[in-house]
């Protein structure tokens, strides 16, 4: 079925702008309801939209603020400030005396340009005469200019507790203004509107009444994927949008818009994705895609995420993030076994042993470009030559060492133990088949026991590496982000290097951390051959940096790369055969993917200091673990 694209309307851009000519919104003014003010953004008229580079002639360096003013854009560039046409012609310099670091402008009501540098306020003449100049006081950190209702600027400022709004007009400069703002948000910038606040956010603009705050325009929507730089400029007397990037310096405008129909597929995400590089592959395929659109949910919590697949309201796609129940997910059919897509697909295969430890009872509920490894590195002389060890094989290496000799280096506190040893293996704790929780088995004891032994941290930080190679501490904790990392670890080992692995009656060389994000299709989505072409299109644009390529000809590649070229300017030499060859260990011998539960681990954090203390055995915690373990598995098993 097809569905309509609401995206941005001619209606929107006589709201947004409070320094651009009036326009009969009559019908928006008179609404003392954000939730209407949000309602009248949206008609029976689909538009798509794009962001395109203003080109400005006439300047050399880049763009740090801009405004816009009596129907021109007014600009700063290198200390000096500019006005031009919106169309970026007739370029005029206005003066050159503006301070260093400038990062906002504003007119006040007599022409008077106002200047937000190193969190200072400058008040000049519009031919360049100083009026005044002040700054905030420490530890109130400037981040936007504000036209207020009456039209004087003010500035938005965040004094480490909250967002306030001040006056800078010289006579009270400072005060603080009445007026609500949204809390637990990061504001990028502000433009007041009859009463109602327009933010600027990581992802998009959005209207606020301080006390409720809702979406207006996505920044994935218009195809920006560098957001966190983003401001609102202004709107010209054509309704043309302006924004300013200050990652490059650059105004944009947003294109015409233009009568679109496409097939929605919605992407459900508990964390924000702005910035990353599933945000980048969303606008990418929205961009070169004629027939489908992703549409991202971000969902303030896992519960309200839960109450929409409840209610029937199953998205297409889900970002798998640390607070996602993906084990109870999976266990209830919510996702579509990928494995016949990477099988039938001739280009995106991944590397076997990586599809092996992705797999959860067989089948393979995400995709990911590529991955970390965590593990614990000894060398044989000490620890053995083969990968993996049980508890007792941990221990009986101990007692074999010099005396006095550690697992690991001292600043390791129990807490820290605990969680490197537990919860890169939270998979054996809740068999999600069966809804049972195993915080009551042996390999759990066996864990907090050994944990306790752990020493009070001395708080030195020894050379860890010499002290493995002569026998003074067992194993180092490590994660592999790529393969030229790999080969500089394994050169400081001098080549002796061996992947121990965290302990447990499972031996593996370690954990995998699916890196970048984790994509699944759900089982519920009726355009799966679309949902599986922009899997495979992100898999494949992903720009891997710092990371180990999960697909197998990326790989392949990247080793060609290390063997070839080494690292520079890390002074790594590139990547040996024997090297090469211990890397295909470390990824054969890999154990589960790392699959956090928050819940589980709050629930463990609470009791088990406890047993640390000496107030309760470890009998004691265990089975109060279990029990609050069970009755969260029994919940959601359910």
């Not at 206005?94 to 190193?118: K, M, R, W």
Request: proline share 4%.
């Amino acid at each position: 079925m097809k569905i309509r694209i609401i995206i941005l309307l001619i209606v929107f851009t006589c709201l947004l702008c409070s320094c651009a000519p009036a326009t009969d919104t009559s019908s928006v003014q008179n609404s003392n309801d954000i939730e209407k003010i949000a309602e009248s953004l949206s008609t029976d008229i689909d538009y798509e939209r794009h962001i395109e580079k203003l080109n400005i002639t006439g300047i050399s360096g880049e763009i740090s603020a801009v405004t816009m003013q009596n129907g021109q854009l007014w600009f700063a560039s290198e200390q000096v400030l500019y006005y031009t046409n919106t169309d970026g012609s007739n370029v005029h310099k206005a003066f050159g005396s503006l301070p260093e670091n400038t990062c906002h402008i504003a007119f006040g009501t007599n022409q008077e340009v106002y200047v937000g540098a190193d969190n200072a306020i400058y008040i000049f003449k519009t031919d360049g005469e100083l009026l005044s100049q002040s700054a905030f006081d420490y530890g109130q950190t400037l981040i936007d200019l504000v036209s207020m209702p009456d039209e004087n600027p003010a500035a938005l400022l965040w004094n480490g507790n909250e967002h306030i709004i001040c006056s800078i007009e010289k006579e009270n400069f400072g005060t603080e203004i009445d007026f609500d703002i949204p809390e637990l948000v990061v504001i990028r910038g502000i433009t007041i509107y009859n009463g109602f606040s327009l933010l600027t956010l990581d992802d998009g603009l959005y209207v606020s009444s301080g006390k409720s705050t809702m979406p207006i325009l996505s920044w994935i929507d218009i195809g920006c994927a560098e957001n966190n730089g983003i401001c609102l400029a202004g709107i010209s007397e054509n309704n043309e949008i302006f924004l300013l990037n200050r990652l490059d310096g650059s105004i944009y405008t947003l294109s015409e818009p233009v009568f679109i129909e496409k097939t929605i597929l919605n992407l459900a995400a508990v964390v924000n994705l702005a910035g990353s590089d599933l945000e980048k592959a969303v606008i990418s395929f929205n961009n070169s895609n004629r027939e489908y659109k992703i549409k991202v949910t971000t969902y303030d919590s896992v519960e309200l995420l839960n109450r929409d697949i409840i209610a029937g309201n199953v998205p297409d796609l889900i970002n798998i993030s640390s607070n996602i129940p993906f084990d109870s997910y999976s266990a209830k059919g919510l996702f579509e076994d990928l494995n016949p897509y990477f099988e039938s697909d001739g280009e995106v295969q991944l590397i076997p042993q990586i599809q092996k430890a992705m797999l959860s009872d067989g089948k393979l509920y995400f995709a990911s470009p590529g991955f970390h490894v965590m593990t614990l590195i000894g060398i044989p002389d000490f620890v053995g030559s083969e990968y993996g060890w049980t508890y007792d094989e941990m221990k009986h290496y101990l007692a074999e060492a010099s005396k006095g000799a550690t697992v690991l280096a001292h600043y390791w506190t129990k807490e820290h133990l605990l969680q490197f040893f537990l919860y890169q293996n939270m998979d054996w704790t809740v068999d999600w088949q069966t809804g049972r929780a195993l915080f009551d088995s042996a390999d759990f004891k066996e864990l907090l026991e050994f944990v306790n032994t752990a020493r009070e941290n001395s708080g030195e930080i020894p050379d860890e590496i010499a002290q493995i190679m002569v026998g003074k501490q067992l194993v180092i904790h490590h994660t592999f982000v790529d393969i030229i990392k790999f080969a500089n670890i394994d050169n400081m080992f001098e080549g002796k290097s061996v992947f121990k692995g965290f302990p447990s009656s499972k031996k593996s060389s370690g954990v995998l951390y699916p890196a970048n994000y984790m994509i699944a299709m759900t089982s519920a989505c009726a355009e799966k051959p679309a949902a599986w072409s922009f899997i495979r299109q992100a898999l494949l644009d992903d720009p891997l940096f710092q990371i180990i390529p999960a697909i197998k000809s990326k790989f392949d590649s990247a080793v060609d790369i290390a063997m070839a070229e080494g690292d520079e300017e890390l002074g790594v030499p590139p990547l040996t055969k024997q090297q090469y060859e211990k890397l295909l260990e470390l990824i054969d011998g890999i154990g589960p993917i790392v699959q956090q539960n928050l819940d589980l681990q709050r629930i463990i954090n609470e009791e088990v200091p406890a047993y640390f203390a000496g107030q309760k055995s470890v009998e004691e915690v265990c089975e109060i673990i279990q029990a609050r373990a069970q009755n969260y598995v029994s919940e959601r098993s359910g």
